[in-house]
C-alpha cells in the first residue's frame, strides 16, 4: 500500500494510520453494481479498503447510463460487474475484488455474505432489502443501507453492534406492486451518486469504528431542498434471528387475483399456454433485452396504441419490476372487463432472479 496515495486521509484527525489499517483490514461486500453500488464501490476502493466484493445479474443499459457514471455506450448489453471490475482495478490495483456476475438469492446469500465484515445493500429493490436483512441477522453482520424515492433518498446502517434491523422498521413486506421504484418515479441522475457516496461514508465510520454511525435512525435526504432530516429507529425487542432463509423473498401476491409470480409465470411459458405478453416498458428498456413473443406497449401509450383485447386469451403485463405492469393492468381491465389480463410481479429483474 503506498503510504502517498492515502497521505490526506491519514493526517485526518480521529483517523489516521489506524483507520486506514482498519480499511485495509476489512472486507466489504457491495450487493448492485447500479446507481447506488458505482459511487459506494469508486469510493471504497479508492479509499483503500481491502478486499471488495460484488454481486449483480444484470447487464447495463441505456438508461442507466444517465446516473451510473463508472458505464458508458460501449458497455450496454456488458455485464455490469464486469465493466465495474475494469474501472476498478485501474482505479486502485491494490484492493483485492471478487466478482460475482450473478443475484442475490435465499440460496446463495448466506454463503456470499458470511465472507465478509460489512455488506452495503445497493439494490434499491424491497425483497432483497428483506433477504439481506435476514441473512446479516443470522450472521452478525452489519449492512448499510440506501433507498431512492423520486428527489428524495435515505440511509442507515442495519445491525450494527446489536442495534436496530429493517424489519424493527418495516417488519413484513409491502404486498406486490404497492411501492413504485425508480423505474415508475424515475430518478435524476445525480441523487444516487449522492446517496451512494453516503453508504460509502457509514461503511468506513463503521469498520474504523467512528463516531456517529447512522445506526437506530433513518437519514432522510430531500434534494429539492438540500436538507436531511433523522427519524429515530426502536430495537424491535420481539425480533428474533431466524433459524433459516425463506425459500422466496418475492412479493406476496395475496389478495391480488390479478397478481402472478415470476416463478408462475416461467411455469406458464414452459407449459406451453396460451396467452398474449405485453412489455409496458420504454423501448430502449424492450430493445435491450425482453422476452420472446412480447409486443412493446410503453405505459404512457397504453391507452392510445392498444390492440382490441376481446379474443378472449389471457393478457399478461410486465415491466421491469412491477408497478408499471400492474397501472397497465388497471386500466387494460376498465376496457376490456371480460378478457383476464395479468400482470406479473417483480417483472424482468425478478424473472432473471428466478431463471438462474
Known sequence: MSADRYDRQTRLEDFGPEGQRALSEAAVLIIGAGGLGVPAATYLNAMGIGRLGL???????????????????????????????????????DTQLDIRDTFLNPTNALELIGNYDLVVDATDNLPTRFLVDDACLMLGIPWVYGALHGFEGQVSVFNYRGGPTYRCLFPVPPPAGE??????????????????????LEAVKAICGQEGVCAGKLLLY??????????????????????DLSATYQLSCEGKPDAVSGSEYLRLRKEGAAHLLVDVREPGEFESHHLDGARNIPMKRIASDAPDFSSGNPVYLICETGPRSRRACRELQSRWPSTPFFWISGGMRQLKVESQ
Do not use: F, W
Not at 63 to 80: D, E, F, I, T
Not at 85 to 93: C, D, F, G, S
Not at 192 to 198: A, E, F, K, V
Open 179 to 200: 411501492i413504485p421504484d425508480c423505474d415508475t418515479l424515475g430518478t435524476l441522475g445525480v441523487l444516487p451518486g449522492l446517496i451512494g457516496t453516503m453508504q460509502a
Open 222 to 243: 430531500d434534494a429539492r431542498k438540500q436538507q436531511t432530516l433523522h427519524i429515530a429507529i426502536q430495537k424491535d425487542a420481539n425480533r428474533t434471528v431466524p433459524d
Open 55 to 93: 454481486v449483480d445479474g444484470d447487464v447495463v443499459e441505456t438508461s442507466n447510463l444517465h446516473r451510473q457514471p463508472a458505464y458508458g455506450p460501449a458497455s450496454v448489453g456488458m455485464a455490469k460487474v464486469r465493466e465495474l471490475e475494469k474501472v476498478l482495478r485501474a482505479q486502485n490495483p
